[in-house]
Each structure stands twice: as structure tokens, then as C-alpha cells.
């Protein structure tokens, strides 16, 4: 059974241009949400989707945009980036909505200059 | 709106000594409560998940408790180890929330050899 993987690990981009992070689910999860964690404070909650429909979003800009493919992986793409967008996106799987928890992958580190 | 508070935010014990970890949380309607490790610059690695019906769960060295009317959970790691070290996420999903998860900013733990 593999876990969540994210690609890339790390990244530097210029103010202004556009990212997209990819992120493969767990086996047989069919939950995917992503989390911001900023240095020295706890992850914030981006948006989830289940069945390829976001269903649930936090307090993110709509320059925060994602996808969820038909087997279940994901990508979360952000627009015109902004200073404050450097942090680490985690990606987290879990089945039935995380009725059972989720597994969390090692994140991409975006840094924006 | 769920707040979650980690008291203290960084601890630093003897090896050997028993760790306490805690965890409060506004809103008592919560569907489950998940206490996770992160090391430095790394993704999430999960501990345990509590659900809304338990009192606590178990896990090797680790024992977590629920109190959902007080609004507390504790992380309890036994005859710490300096591999222990880390920051440890309590994150907490509400029955409202559509999957997402409420985290607290982490307890920064480091066990002296």
C-alpha cells in the first residue's frame, strides 16, 4: 500500500506567476484536501474534494484553484503568487470523507520571490 | 467558528520523563479529533485518531484522551525517547465541516539525552 505522495518537493517562483502541485492519493482513498502551513504555525485548510467535486473550502482567494481526477489524485494550482503564498501545501487522502482519519504526504515547498 | 489552542507551545524534557501534551477546543460537536507529528520542514505523520464516541485510544507508548464536554484532549507518551522529538498537530474536524480539519499551532517538544 503506497501513501500520499506530492510532486515537487521543492519549488521558487516569481511573484506573480502561476504553480500547480500535484499530489497522488493512498490506495483505495477517494478524499483528497489541501492544507497552507506558513512557518511556525499549524496547517489551514485550503479545500477538500471527494468524487472529483470540491466539497468544502476554506478561506482562500479563488486564485486558489484545484482539480480531482477520475482515480483520484489531485492538483491544486494558485495564480498571480503573492509573497505570503510561500509556505509548505500539504496534501491528505482518506477514504469515505475521513471517517477514518487522514494520511498526510511530505508537502511541496513553495517559495515565492 | 472551532478554535483549537495547544498549551504549551514548546517543552523540553529529560529522556526518560513522561511527555503531556495538551489540546482545547471551542466547539464540542466534533466528529473526530486526530493528533499528529511533524518533523522539521516535513509532511504530517499521524498518531492517532480519536473518534466522537471513544474516551481514548492507544497506540505503543502513546495514549490519547478525549473529553468532548470539556473540550480537551491529551497526548500522553510514555518514557520519552530523543527520537520523539518533533512538533506535535492536534487537529480537530467538527460534524459541519465537510472534512476539514481544525489545527492547532503544535507543540515543539525536544527530549535531552
Known amino acids: 500500500e503506497t501513501g500520499v505522495t506530492q510532486s515537487p518537493t521543492h519549488l521558487i517562483k516569481t511573484r506573480g506567476q502561476q504553480v500547480t502541485l500535484r499530489c497522488s492519493s493512498q490506495s483505495g482513498h477517494n478524499t483528497v484536501s489541501w492544507y497552507q502551513q506558513a512557518l511556525g504555525q499549524g496547517p489551514q485548510f485550503i479545500f477538500q474534494y471527494y468524487r472529483e467535486e470540491e466539497n468544502g473550502r476554506g478561506n482562500f482567494p479563488p486564485r486558489f484553484s484545484g482539480l480531482q481526477f477520475p482515480n483520484y489524485s489531485s492538483e491544486l494550482n494558485v495564480n498571480a503568487l503573492e509573497l505570503d503564498d510561500s509556505a509548505l501545501y500539504l496534501c491528505?487522502?482518506?477514504?469515505?470523507?475521513?471517517?477514518?482519519?487522514?494520511?498526510f504526504g511530505s508537502g511541496t515547498r513553495l517559495t515565492v520571490v | 467558528k472551532q478554535e483549537v489552542t495547544q498549551i504549551p507551545a514548546a517543552l523540553s524534557v529529560p529522556e526518560g520523563e513522561n511527555l503531556v501534551l495538551n489540546c482545547s477546543f471551542t466547539d464540542s460537536a466534533i466528529y473526530n479529533l486526530q493528533w499528529f507529528r511533524q518533523d522539521p520542514g516535513k509532511g504530517l505523520t499521524s498518531l492517532l485518531l480519536i473518534q466522537s464516541s471513544q474516551r481514548e485510544q492507544t497506540s505503543g507508548r502513546l495514549n490519547a484522551s478525549l473529553d468532548k464536554s470539556s473540550g480537551r484532549s491529551t497526548l500522553y507518551i510514555a518514557a520519552s525517547q530523543p527520537g520523539d522529538s518533533a512538533t506535535y498537530l492536534c487537529?480537530?474536524?467538527?460534524?459541519?465541516?465537510?472534512?476539514?480539519?481544525?489545527f492547532g499551532a503544535g507543540t515543539q517538544v525536544v527530549v535531552t539525552p
Open positions: 491528505a487522502s482518506s477514504s469515505s470523507r475521513g471517517q477514518y482519519g487522514y494520511t
Open positions: 487537529a480537530v474536524r467538527t460534524t459541519d465541516s465537510w472534512g476539514k480539519f481544525q
